[in-house]
Nanobody
């Protein structure tokens, strides 16, 4: 049974930084591509960043490029999202999720992901 647990969210002022973490338990983590999503109040869930199984390839949503870094530690079964220069529009619940396939489908589509954590709230004040 796969379980994902996010942590690291909080309230920060604009320009601040946060590092989100996602702890994975279950099947072989090192074979699984992972994605961070976020969902703001009243908005659809959107993909923020994705990373390949070995960590060698990453993709980012345009709005966070240059401000976010996704990384993973396969030995610890951990996924991370470092967010810098935070803006009020980054305010959202952030989720980690496992991709159904590393080779097919859109990484930004929630339906292409199978297992989800419970989320961690990020609030950025101006």
């Amino acid at each position: 049974h796969v379980r994902l647990v996010e942590s690291g969210g909080g309230s920060v002022q604009a320009g601040g930084s946060l590092k989100l973490s996602c702890a994975f338990s279950g099947y072989t983590y090192s074979y699984t591509c992972m994605t961070w999503f976020r969902e703001a109040l009243g908005e659809p869930r959107e993909g923020v960043a994705t990373i390949s199984a070995d960590g060698g390839a990453t993709l980012y949503f345009d709005s966070v490029k240059g401000r976010a870094t996704i990384s993973r530690d396969n030995a610890k079964k951990m996924l991370y999202l470092q967010m810098n220069s935070l803006k009020p529009e980054d305010t959202a619940m952030y989720y980690c999720a496992t991709r159904r396939s590393c080779d097919r489908g859109s990484w930004r589509s929630p339906s292409e992901h199978e297992f989800w954590g419970q989320g961690t709230q990020v609030t950025v004040s101006s």
